[in-house]
């Protein structure tokens, strides 16, 4: 590389731990340590950037090439950014890219944006000296954080994609932290080197795989994204496995999640954005004011208790759509009126939630009892007779990775 890129790369990583410490985001000082000694240009030296606006179909990318001089520029600011860093179309492989204008197909990895990892790091209170899983580690940036902070051998990751384990093995093996990268069902864990102190899943599932609880130490913890087939209001989930061996787990309500695993697909408010603009709905008084969007136990479990509603986050005021019952609620903020529109009542089973989750004492976090002997994993607010609770669902149905 370089001098002048060599240079340039330091200052970039040095600027972007500044900014995150100043942002309060950044408190761990193995991790700190950590993000000034993981070379990120390495994991990362390409970057698909987005030229389509949003409702684009198909849509316009063009490939940053990290090791072109008119590209530099531009690449380094984006992989040091708190952005995410999309890395691979179609599941294509990673070396022949073309650089420049490409046109179609949907991103099949990405490296989590920074402040992301640093929390998901943070939480799991890495330390040197354990082992350390991580499931769908794509281009292997936390893996390689979490690495640097264990030490070399105690790293691993399963990762589906033959190219990307292939792509992410090689760079890993250049920056030398002693990572490890196997092809693998990542929904499977990784036995050989269980059990692990820390597991971290960078893929959302609809519940915690029984291997990946099976492989955690006594002390260890386990940090997943619940996936529902909504974007709009993600869990977060927090296994501990007590030193007396026991199972504990906490859920909570999160701005963001990772993407589902293979399978899944997400609903989408996109196609009725057109016509709510059109023609919001008919008016009708309401009591209930749109709820803050940091209300974060609420609107989990909406996820799960009113199913097949997505929030379009663009729109100017509160939109929650149900796109398979044609179906929508556009709010008024301060006005006490909510237009509805289609066969199902948006609104009314939000005012239905909305009190159950009040006579719950407004829970913000939730327990998930992995102990039924029926291999179901419930989820409650609380021990009240009025308490929320539902139960996750299976994999069942989900295709599995890929050969």
Not at 44 to 55: D, K, Q, T, W
Not at 100 to 112: A, E, L, N, R, Y
Not at 239 to 264: F, S, W
Not at 364 to 383: L, M, R
Request: net charge negative.
């Amino acid at each position: 590389m370089p001098l002048d890129l060599h240079e340039a790369t330091s200052r970039r990583r040095a600027g972007m731990v500044d900014r995150l410490t100043a942002d309060g985001v950044l408190t761990n000082v193995l991790l700190r340590d950590a993000l000034l000694h993981v070379r990120r240009e390495v994991l990362l030296p390409h970057a698909y950037v987005r030229v389509s606006g949003p409702g684009a179909d198909p849509i316009d990318w063009r490939l940053l090439d990290g090791s072109h001089p008119d590209d530099q520029e531009e690449w380094l600011a984006l992989i040091h950014s708190d952005e995410s860093i999309l890395l691979q179309r179609d599941g294509d492989p990673l070396d022949t890219l073309p650089r420049g204008p490409v046109t179609g197909g949907h991103m099949t990895s990405m490296s989590t944006y920074t402040p992301a990892t640093i929390e998901t790091l943070q939480a799991l209170e890495l330390c040197p000296g354990h082992s350390y899983l991580e499931l769908g580690p794509g281009p292997g940036v936390s893996l390689a954080l979490a690495a640097t902070i264990t030490g070399p051998g105690l790293a691993t990751g399963v990762e589906r994609d033959r190219h990307m384990t292939t792509f992410a093995r090689r760079n890993l093996d250049r920056l030398g932290v002693g990572a490890t990268v196997v092809e693998g069902d990542a929904l499977e864990g990784h036995e050989p080197q269980a059990p692990y102190d820390r597991i971290h899943s960078g893929i959302g599932v609809p519940c915690v795989p029984a291997p990946w609880v099976e492989q955690l130490a006594p002390g260890g913890r386990l940090l997943t994204t619940l996936a529902t087939r909504t974007p709009s209001w993600p869990g977060q989930l927090l296994v501990t496995r007590t030193p007396a061996g026991t199972i504990e787990a906490v859920l909570q309500g999160r701005p963001r999640g990772y993407r589902p695993m293979l399978g899944y697909r997400w609903l989408s408010a996109l196609d009725h954005r057109a016509r709510i603009k059109a023609d919001p709905g008919r008016a009708r008084p309401t009591r209930l004011a749109p709820p803050p969007d940091d209300a974060y136990g609420l609107w989990l479990a909406a996820a799960y208790l009113k199913p097949g509603l997505v929030r379009d986050f663009q729109a100017e005021t509160m939109t929650i759509v149900a796109p398979e019952d044609d179906s929508w609620a556009v709010a008024s903020p301060g006005e006490g009126t909510v237009r509805v529109c289609g066969p199902r009542d948006v609104w009314a089973e939000l005012e239905e939630l909305h009190a159950r989750w009040e006579e719950a004492g407004r829970p913000e976090s939730y327990t998930v009892d992995f102990t039924a002997g029926t291999g179901a994993q419930t989820v409650t607010s609380g021990a009240a007779p009025k308490a929320l609770t539902w139960t996750l669902p299976t994999l069942a149905g989900i295709p599995q990775p890929r050969s």
